[in-house]
């Protein structure tokens, strides 16, 4: 065992959550039983497990995609918009959980994690 294995606290699943799929606008729990650990950096404790997707799960995500694309491509331009307008807000609203969220799980400082979403914003107005 290496030493990055013996630091991490054995965990259960029923300790952790699930991070689940996201298809069609809904969560999903996977159907294949299949996770990945999602590890704190600072500490290399477990704190979440991730599902990991099997064929049919990969195929209804991109089927999912590709009608999500019907729709979109014949949007106008002040529709689309207006959809991308209203992400920029709920991602101004939601700026300091989401900061939160990428110091937990990439181990960034909490300023340089809000620089990323300023960022992403950014993005988003373009």
Known sequence: MTTAETAVAPETVAEVRVIP???DGDERASQSGRTAPVFDPATGAVQA???LADEA???AAI????AGFEVWKDY???????VLFAFRELLNSRKG????????EHGKVLSDAMGEILRGQEV???
């Open 57 to 59: 799960e990969i195929a």
């Open 124 to 126: 988003v107005e373009l």
């Open 76 to 82: 106008s331009i002040a529709k689309r918009q207006t």
């Open 63 to 66: 089927a999912s995609a590709k």
């Open 49 to 51: 497990r991730v599902a």
């Open 97 to 104: 959980e989401l900061a939160a969220i990428l110091t937990s």
């Open 21 to 23: 799929h996201w298809i």
